[in-house]
Structure formats: C-alpha cells, structure tokens
Nanobody, 124 residues
Framework: QVQLVESGGGLVQAGGSLRLSCAASGRTFSSYTMGWFRQAPGKEREFVAA????????YYADSVLGRFTISRDNAKNTVWLQMNSLKPEDTAVYYC?????????????????WGQGTQVTVSS
C-alpha cells in the first residue's frame, strides 16, 4: 500500500522559509514522478513543482520559480520542497503526489497517489 506523508507546514511571516517533506512508502519509487500541488480556500488545486525520481529533472510553476526548490533523497525515500521568500499568496494546503507514468507533470489527474496535505500559512 502506497503512503505519502507530508510534514513541515506551519505559520511563517512573509519573506520567511519553510521546508516541506514527503515520506513515501509502499513500493519502489525510482521510476516515479513526484509532485507538489497546493490548494488555497476557494481555489482549484494548482501545480507547484515536480521531480523525476530517476533522472532528477525538476519542473516548477512560474509563480514559484527561483523561490522554491524540489529535491529527493533516495536513501530515505523522501521528497523535499524548500520554500524561500514566502509570500501571503503562497498560503495553501500543500499536497505531495506520486505518478507512475506521466508526461505533463503539471496535470493533477495524472498522479496516482496523494498525501493528506499540510497547511502553510504566510502572514503579511
């Protein structure tokens, strides 16, 4: 059974940083694509970042490019999302997701597994 467990969310002032983690278990993820999405109240879920586990290739939404960094730790089966220069508009529930086969990494329906989400709140 695949499990994705996010942690690291919290309350931070604008300009601050947080690091989210996603611990993956239940199978070998070496061929998977791992993604981070977020959903703010009253808004649709949106793509944040993704990483191809095997190649390490990374992808980012324009809104976070240059501020967020996605990475993975093969030994720990963990994906990280380092978030710097946070803005109030980054406030959302952040979800980790895993896709076995996906071409367009920004499409949420292509992901097979999802975590429960972790709240990130950025105060102005």
């Amino acid at each position: 059974q695949v499990q994705l467990v996010e942690s690291g969310g919290g309350l931070v002032q604008a300009g601050g940083s947080l690091r989210l983690s996603c611990a993956a278990s239940g199978r070998t993820f070496s061929s998977y694509t791992m993604g981070w999405f977020r959903q703010a109240p009253g808004k649709e879920r949106e793509f944040v970042a993704a990483i191809r586990w095997s190649s390490g290739n990374t992808y980012y939404a324009d809104s976070v490019l240059g501020r967020f960094t996605i990475s993975r730790d093969n030994a720990k089966n963990t994906v990280w999302l380092q978030m710097n220069s946070l803005k109030p508009e980054d406030t959302a529930v952040y979800y980790c997701a895993a896709a076995q086969l996906i071409v367009v990494v920004s499409t949420s329906h292509g992901y097979n597994y999802w975590g429960q989400g972790t709240q990130v709140t950025v105060s102005s």
